[in-house]
């Protein structure tokens, strides 16, 4: 199967599913077609979410997690935005893809992986798709949408997502840029390294590739692995210890401890 990104005229991805009875010669032919078509396929091999999306629902996990401990949604899109580099911030993100679509496809991630991606009591994601918030296509969502004096759209902070969300979540706190950034990319990083583990994903290269033209990971990091590479696995494997206690969309797997014991990178020099 192909499987394209939205919006699909600007994203140049294409994910290109094997299944267990999938030839080489239709893989090649697929990926050949997609190339044609002027997109940058990546050949993934199927499970819940495929590659792109498995890796993007514990990123939006982590964000819940945190909105939950009494962050501020717009701090933490500012942060990712402006400081990580992000096009734009998870709440955003969710508001775009539509938090009717998001809430439906995390049943799916949590019955693919029911002890990493439970759903979580009092998900945001969850409320806001009961208050018929959709994001984007109805206007409300964590923002509102509206369109300002030259007709442009424009989002503001909505009181009523703030007051909705303030009846689920823990006291407003602010937290730390860093803390912010190791919160929302910690499950991300962690769950790119699992498919690279499980060959969902070929190659470090590969799964870099998918997220910056998938996702629009901030190409100067590079892509997930790189930016751990570039912290450095050690010290990547210590800041994922410090929130393991948060859940196991933290806890970086065996290989990975061994890989930062012994020096080793994903990109080696």
Same mark, same amino acid.
């Given at each position: 199967?192909?499987?394209?990104? *939205?919006? !699909?005229?600007?994203?140049?991805?294409?994910?290109?599913?094997? %299944? #267990?009875?999938?030839? &080489?010669?239709?893989? @090649? $032919?697929?990926?050949?077609?997609?190339?044609?078509?002027?997109?940058?396929?990546?050949?993934?091999?199927?499970?819940?979410?495929?590659?792109?999306?498995?890796?993007?629902?514990?990123?939006?996990?982590?964000?819940?997690?945190?909105?939950?401990?009494?962050?501020?949604?717009?701090?933490?899109?500012?942060?990712?935005?402006?400081?990580?580099?992000?096009?734009?911030?998870?709440?955003?993100?969710?508001?775009?893809?539509?938090?009717?679509?998001?809430?439906?496809?995390?049943?799916?991630?949590?019955?693919?992986?029911?002890?990493?991606?439970?759903?979580?009591?009092?998900?945001?994601?969850?409320?806001?798709?009961?208050?018929?918030?959709?994001?984007?296509? *109805?206007? !409300?969502?964590?923002?509102?949408?509206?369109?300002?004096?030259? %007709? #442009?759209?424009?989002? &503001?902070?909505?009181? @009523? $997502?703030?007051?909705?969300?303030?009846?689920?979540?823990?006291?407003?706190?602010?937290?730390?840029?860093?803390?912010?950034?190791?919160?929302?990319?910690?499950?991300?990083?962690?769950?790119?390294?699992?498919?690279?583990?499980?060959?969902?994903?070929?190659?470090?290269?590969?799964?870099?590739?998918?997220?910056?033209?998938?996702?629009?990971?901030?190409?100067?990091?590079?892509?997930?692995?790189?930016?751990?590479?570039?912290?450095?696995?050690?010290?990547?494997?210590?800041?994922?210890?410090?929130?393991?206690?948060?859940?196991?969309?933290?806890?970086?797997?065996?290989?990975?401890?061994?890989?930062?014991?012994?020096?080793?990178?994903?990109?080696?020099?």
């Amino acid at each position: 199967g192909m499987h394209f990104f *939205n919006p !699909v005229h600007r994203m140049p991805l294409v994910e290109v599913i094997r %299944g #267990k009875d999938t030839s &080489d010669e239709t893989v @090649a $032919a697929v990926v050949a077609y997609a190339a044609r078509m002027g997109k940058s396929p990546i050949v993934v091999n199927d499970c819940p979410g495929f590659f792109v999306n498995r890796v993007l629902f514990p990123y939006f996990a982590g964000f819940s997690k945190l909105v939950l401990d009494g962050a501020d949604f717009a701090q933490i899109d500012k942060v990712m935005e402006k400081q990580f580099g992000w096009p734009m911030g998870p709440a955003y993100l969710l508001d775009v893809v539509g938090l009717d679509t998001a809430y439906h496809c995390t049943d799916v991630m949590a019955a693919g992986f029911p002890s990493r991606m439970a759903k979580l009591d009092n998900d945001p994601v969850a409320a806001m798709y009961k208050a018929e918030r959709y994001g984007q296509k *109805n206007g !409300v969502g964590f923002y509102a949408y509206s369109k300002d004096a030259k %007709g #442009k759209p424009k989002k &503001d902070v909505d009181p @009523a $997502a703030v007051n909705l969300l303030a009846g689920i979540a823990a006291d407003k706190q602010d937290f730390s840029s860093d803390d912010i950034i190791a919160r929302v990319m910690v499950p991300m990083i962690n769950e790119t390294i699992r498919c690279l583990e499980e060959g969902i994903i070929e190659s470090a290269a590969e799964a870099d590739m998918g997220l910056v033209y998938g996702l629009g990971f901030p190409p100067f990091r590079g892509g997930p692995l790189r930016y751990a590479d570039t912290i450095g696995l050690a010290n990547f494997v210590a800041l994922a210890d410090k929130y393991a206690h948060l859940g196991e969309i933290y806890q970086v797997t065996d290989k990975t401890r061994a890989m930062a014991a012994a020096g080793q990178r994903f990109f080696p020099v």
